[in-house]
C-alpha cells in the first residue's frame, strides 16, 4: 500500500469533496472493516477546522443477519432516535460523508423482496428529513475497498494483491497522484462545468438515444432546467464534490416522458444482489416492461418502490473514454460504473437544478416537473456506438455524443 497516497487520497475526500471549513460538524458512514482509515479522515476533518466529527458504523455481517432473522414488520420500522437524528441533521446540515465498501454479493440468498419492502418502508419514513436537506448541505461518496469487493472485481488475486489492485484502482479513478492533486481536481472540475454550461445554453426540449445495443429512447427535458456536473454549490454558496471519481455531466428529464428502450451495458449492484444483462422498455414515461437474465423480481419490485420509482429522474452523459472505462475494470459498484459511461436513473430528480430549486418543496419541484420517488437508482447504458442527439425548441438537432464521446 502506497501509504503516501493514501494520505492524499484522504485529504481529497476532506478538502476537495466536503471542503470541509473551521466551525463545521461532520457525519461518517463508515463500515467497521475500515476503521483505519476512518480515523484517518476524521483526523483530516479536524485539521481542516471541523469542531465535531461523528462515524455511523455499519457491518454487511450484521446487516445480513438482520435480514435473515428479523420480521419484515421490524425491519420497517424506524426508532425515534433514528427520527430524532434526521430531525437535528434537517436543522443544522452537517456535511456528510459516505466511505462505500459493500460487497456486491453481500446479500445473496436473502430474499430480495424482504430488503426491497424493509428498504421501501424505512426510506418513507425518513423522506421528508431527506428533502428538507436537498441542496442545503455539502456531501459526499467515495469508495474504500474491502476484501469481498477486491476479490469479486479482482478474482483470479489472493486476497492481499486484491486489495492493493482496488486501492491503486481508486486512486487512478481519483486522479491521486503524488503531485498535483488538488491542481488535477481544479482542472477537471473546469472541464466538467465548461460542458454543463455548454449543455444549459442549449436550451434543450428533447434527447434522442440510439444504440446497436437495442437502446432507442426519447426523452423530453424541462424547460429552464440546468445541467449538473463536478463541483456543487448549497443554497448558501459552499462548493463541494459530491462524487468522488465523477465523470459525468447531467440533468432531470421532465417527469412523465420518455419512450422506447433502455438496454443496460454493465450489471447494476442493488440492495446487495446484482441485476445483470437487464433492459427496460418506457411508454408515456413509465417502465412498463422489465427483462432481465439474472434477478429479474429485483429489477420488478424496484420500479413498483412508489409511483415515481419507474420514472426518469435523471440523464448523464459520460464519454465512453473515460478513465473508469479505459482501466477495463468492471467495479461492481454504482458510484464506478455510473461514471464509466452514460447511464440514466429511475427515481427522484434533482429539483436543485431547477432555477431557485434549493428553496422549492418537492411539491412546487413536482410541479415544475421534477420526478419524485424515494429511490434513484443509476444504471448505465452507455456503449462505443451510442449517439445522443439534442433537439431544441425549433427543431434543430444537435449531435452531443457520437461513437460514445463528446462531438460539442
Known amino acids: 500500500m502506497n501509504e503516501k497516497k493514501l494520505q492524499q487520497y484522504a485529504e ?4 476537495q469533496g466536503l471542503r470541509v471549513l473551521k466551525g463545521e460538524e461532520v457525519w461518517i458512514n463508515a463500515s467497521v472493516d475500515n476503521a483505519k482509515f476512518a480515523t484517518i479522515i476524521v483526523e483530516e476533518c479536524y485539521k481542516a477546522g471541523a469542531k465535531k466529527v461523528v462515524v ?6 450484521v446487516s445480513r443477519l438482520s435480514y435473515k432473522y428479523m420480521k419484515l414488520s421490524d425491519l420497517g420500522k424506524v426508532a425515534p432516535y433514528t427520527i430524532a437524528k434526521w430531525k437535528y441533521a434537517s436543522k443544522k446540515f452537517p456535511c456528510k460523508l459516505w466511505l462505500d465498501d459493500d460487497d456486491p454479493d453481500a446479500f445473496k440468498g436473502i430474499n430480495p423482496q424482504k430488503i426491497a419492502k424493509a428498504g421501501m418502508k424505512v426510506r418513507t419514513k425518513i423522506k421528508p428529513y431527506r428533502e428538507a436537506m436537498d441542496g442545503r448541505y455539502k456531501w459526499c461518496i467515495a469508495a474504500i475497498p474491502s476484501e469481498k469487493w477486491a476479490q469479486k472485481v479482482f478474482p483470479k488475486c489472493s486476497v492481499e494483491e486484491a486489495m492493493e489492485k482496488l486501492w491503486e484502482a481508486i486512486f487512478f479513478t481519483c486522479r491521486v497522484e503524488e503531485s498535483g492533486t488538488s491542481e488535477n481536481w481544479d482542472k477537471h472540475n473546469a472541464y466538467l462545468i465548461e460542458k454543463r454550461n455548454l449543455l444549459t445554453n442549449l436550451n434543450l426540449k428533447y434527447l434522442e438515444y440510439k444504440s446497436k445495443t437495442g ?4 426523452v423530453e427535458l424541462i424547460k429552464g432546467c440546468k445541467w449538473g456536473a463536478g463541483v456543487e454549490e448549497t443554497d448558501t454558496g459552499k462548493s463541494f464534490n459530491p462524487n468522488l471519481p465523477t465523470e459525468e455531466v447531467f440533468t432531470s428529464p421532465l417527469a412523465k416522458t420518455g419512450d422506447g428502450l433502455l438496454v443496460a451495458t454493465k450489471p447494476l449492484s442493488y440492495e446487495g444482489q446484482l441485476i445483470e444483462d437487464f433492459s427496460i422498455r418506457f411508454e408515456k414515461g413509465k417502465a412498463v416492461e422489465v427483462k432481465a437474465r439474472k434477478n429479474q423480481k429485483t429489477l420488478e419490485h424496484m420500479i413498483k418502490m412508489d409511483e415515481g420509482a419507474c420514472q426518469i429522474g435523471e440523464c448523464a452523459l459520460v464519454p465512453y473514454t473515460s478513465p473508469i472505462n479505459e482501466s477495463g475494470i468492471l467495479f461492481y459498484n454504482t458510484l464506478f460504473d455510473e461514471n464509466a459511461v452514460c447511464h440514466v436513473a429511475l427515481g427522484i430528480g434533482f429539483k436543485e437544478l431547477l432555477p431557485n430549486g434549493a428553496s422549492m418543496s ?23 456506438d451510442l449517439s445522443i442527439v439534442g ?3 425549433n427543431g434543430k438537432r444537435i449531435q452531443l455524443f457520437k461513437d460514445g464521446v463528446w462531438a460539442i
Do not use: C, P, R, Y
Request: proline share 0%; no cysteine.
Open 56 to 61: 455511523d458504523w455499519s457491518s454487511n455481517d
Open 391 to 393: 433537439i431544441d425548441e
Open 12 to 15: 481529497l475526500l476532506v478538502k
Open 215 to 218: 437502446t432507442d429512447f426519447k
Open 362 to 384: 418537492m411539491e412546487e419541484a413536482q410541479k415544475a416537473g421534477i420526478n419524485n420517488s424515494i429511490i434513484h437508482v443509476d444504471f448505465m447504458i452507455g456503449s462505443d
